[in-house]
């Protein structure tokens, strides 16, 4: 009986990996090895960077929020504490959206938290 190597399924593997790799320079994107490990890495480093996002949008959030409560005489940490005292939910990204879109609705939000 002859020796089956699996053809088909072996091209249609490989096909997938340097589909995945296409746009990477050199030999990254047109030999299986290099390209699949390529891939694998840049997968890897996408799933990274979303987590990674989320972290960095948040940061940016809090600095606006920070910025625009100092210019009350706040603080940040002061600031969420007195929210979360007056059960007043708003997340950070509505807060940040708030203070660069509509000051004087921030300015009345922090008013009726320090009050």
Do not use: C
């Not at 050199?26 to 996408?46: D, I, W």
């Not at 989320?54 to 929210?83: C, E, P």
């Amino acid at each position: 009986m002859p020796r089956a190597k699996g053809g088909v399924k072996t091209r249609k593997s490989h096909n997938k990996w340097l589909e995945l790799s296409k746009g990477h320079r050199g030999t990254r994107n047109n030999v299986y090895k290099k390209a699949r490990e390529q891939a694998e890495r840049s997968l890897a480093e996408s799933y990274k960077g979303r987590k990674q996002r989320k972290r960095d949008f948040r940061r940016l959030w809090i600095v606006r929020i920070n910025a625009a409560v100092r210019q009350h005489g706040l603080s940040y940490n002061t600031f969420m504490g007195l929210l979360k005292e007056k059960n007043i939910e708003v997340d950070r990204k509505m807060l940040s959206e708030m203070a660069i879109n509509s000051p004087e609705q921030f300015a009345e939000l922090v008013k009726q938290v320090q009050s």
